[in-house]
């Protein structure tokens, strides 16, 4: 059984930085997405970033870019999330997930291509 367990979530000042994890077990898969998504109050879960296990290829959304640094430790099937100079607005539950498949282009923020998903861990940013 596939089970990605986020943490490192929290409450940073704006301004700060949090690092969070994704560790995933029960993979058996040779190619595959890890991606990050990100749920506010009254919005829909946008994705932020993904990476692909066979290149490390990696994407963002352009809300993020030059501060989020998606990463990975294949030794420790982890999945990192680096976000530095965090506004207010990056507040939201952080989930990660896995799709059976690498994504590239476009494919890889929709939420309909994964297939595993964790439980989510809050970020919070206060200003």
């Known amino acids: 059984e596939v089970q990605l367990v986020e943490s490192g979530g929290g409450l940073v000042q704006a301004g700060g930085s949090l690092r969070l994890s994704c560790a995933a077990s029960?993979?058996?898969?040779?190619?595959?997405?890890i991606g990050w998504f990100r749920q506010a109050p009254g919005r829909e879960r946008e994705g932020v970033s993904c990476?692909?296990?066979?290149?490390?290829?990696?994407y963002y959304a352009d809300s993020v870019k030059g501060r989020f640094t998606i990463s990975s430790d294949n030794a420790k099937n982890t999945v990192y999330l680096q976000m530095n100079s965090l506004k207010p607005e990056d507040t939201a539950v952080y989930y990660c997930?896995?799709?059976?498949?690498?994504?590239?282009?476009?494919?890889?923020?929709?939420?309909?291509?994964?297939?595993?998903w964790g439980q989510g861990t809050q970020v919070t940013v206060s200003s």
């Open positions: 997930a896995a799709a059976l498949w690498e994504l590239y282009g476009s494919s890889w923020s929709r939420t309909g291509e994964y297939d595993y």
């Open positions: 029960g993979f058996t898969f040779d190619d595959y997405a």
């Open positions: 990476i692909n296990s066979s290149d490390g290829s990696t």
